[in-house]
């Protein structure tokens, strides 16, 4: 027995001993396996949520043996002789976790009988004896074992079509932080619309052209996670490039024609407050934007111009689509980590014509990346297709 706690004294990864022999070259061997010692020589356990200790070893147990893999140690941040807390322990089990070559990392501490701290932290160390800390593990299966299998990437939850979410992205980005969005979406058409101005022609539309691209940065700052009764909390800014590949559809009527130009470009911004709850997998969002981003819904139809405005809505010149404060809501579901359905609501208050949007995430239903708006406004009404894709961007701390 007191050979076996010379051996455990001395990193696994370092010495000989009956739990390790060491190899002739290192370089040449990344991990060598053995027996795990008995339970009652690793010393007396320790609640892993005191500290600080100072530390004495790191150990590896997986399937019931020690295992010293170098790629594994290194990832360690703690070092024998010096000062470890809790939440060096807690950093060190989510870097293991990271490497994505562990389904499960279990932390264990242990105070090492006969070794002592060093003077300097006698005062400082809640244990006289230094710690030996233990971290079992369940390693994922190798990629030769493992039956080759396509694992699509799950859809990010950080946002809907044109409205954010409280959360960073998919899973495990619940949790407070900072998170980039890139959102495009490609408004490729009108399906079908209705409109009836006082004094003007009923106008029906079919399968018309619009081609209105918007290209959207959204960074924020989730400040609460979801969690129990507690929904997560967001804070943000967008900015939002909007242009054109095509000219917007044009209205005329006996005496008047109005054209919009071919190209434009225009950038929208706003800032957001979010608060999103996941109930039984369904997600349901709501919040405010404030901003000009209200003025993008006077792009996707030729009723909402100035110049219709004018004309057949009878407003002064000079009227426009123009909001400051959008109010939106959101709710979707996960099929499967890959296929989300949804809808999302937006208001344009303050805007002539009184216009609201509905986006429909139903694409998944077409096999195909294909989504409907609805656009609602004073006398008339527009049914829109779209294309849309969004990219997430986290930092690594």
Do not use: C
Not at 135 to 143: R, T
Not at 177 to 198: H, P, V
Not at 251 to 273: H, M, N, Q, R
């Amino acid at each position: 027995m007191f050979a076996v706690l010379l051996a455990l004294a001395a990193p696994a990864a370092a010495q000989p001993g009956p739990w390790l022999p060491a190899p002739a070259d290192p370089a040449a061997v990344s991990s060598v396996t053995v027996p795990a010692p008995p339970a009652a020589s690793l010393g007396q356990l320790l609640p892993v949520s005191g500290g600080p200790w100072v530390l004495g070893e790191v150990l590896f147990f997986s399937a019931g043996r020690v295992v010293s893999d170098y790629a594994w140690r290194d990832k360690v941040r703690g070092r024998r002789g010096q000062l470890y807390t809790s939440s060096d322990l807690q950093g060190d089990v989510e870097t293991l976790m990271g490497m994505g070559v562990f389904d499960r990392v279990s932390p264990a501490v242990y105070a090492i009988p006969g070794q002592s701290v060093p003077p300097e932290y006698a005062t400082i160390s809640v244990s006289t004896s230094q710690v030996r800390v233990v971290f079992d593990v369940i390693e994922k299966p190798k990629a030769s074992e493992a039956k080759p299998k396509f694992i699509t990437p799950p859809s990010a939850v950080s946002g809907l079509i044109l409205t954010p979410t409280a959360y960073r992205g998919a899973g495990k980005f619940n949790n407070p932080g900072l998170g980039l969005d890139i959102n495009a979406a490609y408004f490729i058409g009108r399906l079908y619309g209705k409109n009836n101005y006082e004094d003007a022609p009923r106008k029906t539309n079919y399968i018309d052209r619009i081609g209105l691209w918007t290209l959207t940065a959204d960074g924020k700052m989730q400040v609460q996670s979801d969690a129990g009764w507690r929904p997560a909390v967001a804070v943000g800014g967008q900015a939002m490039l909007m242009f054109r590949d095509s000219p917007q559809p044009t209205v005329t009527a006996p005496g008047v024609s109005v054209k919009v130009d071919a190209k434009k470009t225009k950038i929208l911004t706003d800032a957001y407050f979010v608060a999103s709850k996941n109930l039984r997998g369904t997600r349901l969002s709501a919040g405010v934007m404030q901003g000009n981003i209200g003025e993008l819904v006077a792009g996707l139809s030729e009723f909402l111009t100035p110049e219709a405005l004018r004309f057949y809505a009878k407003n002064p010149a000079g009227t426009e689509v123009h909001s400051r404060t959008v109010p939106f809501a959101s709710v979707f579901y996960l099929v499967k980590p890959d296929y989300p359905i949804g809808v999302e609501f937006m208001k344009f208050n303050g805007a002539a014509a009184a216009p609201y949007m509905l986006n429909f995430k139903i694409g998944r239903f077409l096999k195909l990346n294909f989504d409907v708006a609805y656009l609602k406004f004073r006398n008339g009404y527009e049914l829109l297709g779209l294309f849309q894709f969004r990219y997430n961007h986290f930092p690594s701390r």
